[in-house]
């Protein structure tokens, strides 16, 4: 993890002029529909802070987080609002958020960690609280690029997600890379409900 968190501090101004103005508005919406008035959301893992904003411009109470102390100051100055330096293993809050987004984000950790770590989101969300959630779709675990990456399909996603109680599946699809240039790379998105 240590590496990839590397990477996104040295690259941290080139990753966010590649995502910043990518337009997800479809996904975003497709998750704040699940969320009652004024939910409280939790961005885990907000990059550029583009979701938090669009989030806010919502209505949407938001709290950002990053392990990356150079995308915190991006997003703290693009969204206006406190970004807090943390790693997704210290989410330790319990009963609190309506929503957790989680865009990109939790795919860099290995499938050991990624199981602790969804166990952390489920017990923060509150009753029927929701996460989006995306990985590349694929078999890949390892090193790409100088980052760490945990690839899911719809089968390996299914099995991984048996050993977590309280999360079903709600919604599972696949999308293109929406960035340019990228659209041959294949993407798989889920919302998760607590039962």
């Not at 919604?171 to 293109?176: A, D, K, N, R």
């Amino acid at each position: 993890m240590e590496k990839t968190i590397d990477y996104y501090n040295l690259n941290a101004k080139t990753f966010t002029a590649g995502t910043i103005s990518v337009d997800f508005e479809d996904i975003q919406k497709r998750f704040l529909n699940k969320l009652p008035q004024h939910a409280i959301i939790l961005d885990f893992g907000c990059g550029s802070g583009r979701d938090t904003k669009y989030f806010l411009e919502q209505g949407f109470r938001v709290e950002a987080i990053d392990g990356s102390k150079e995308l915190c100051k991006i997003a703290r100055e693009y969204t206006g609002i406190a970004v807090k330096h943390m790693f997704f293993q210290e989410l330790n809050d319990k009963g609190k958020y309506d929503g957790i987004w989680a865009c990109s984000s939790i795919l860099h950790l290995p499938i050991v960690e990624l199981e602790s770590v969804i166990r952390k989101m489920e017990k923060a969300l509150n009753q029927k609280g929701v996460i989006y959630t995306s990985f590349k779709f694929g078999t890949f675990t390892g090193e790409r690029n100088g980052r760490y990456f945990t690839d899911m399909t719809e089968d390996s996603f299914t099995d991984f997600l048996k050993k977590i109680d309280n999360l079903t599946v709600e919604e599972l699809w696949v999308t293109s890379d929406v960035r340019p240039g990228r659209s041959d790379e294949k993407w798989l998105n889920l919302i998760l409900r607590k039962i």
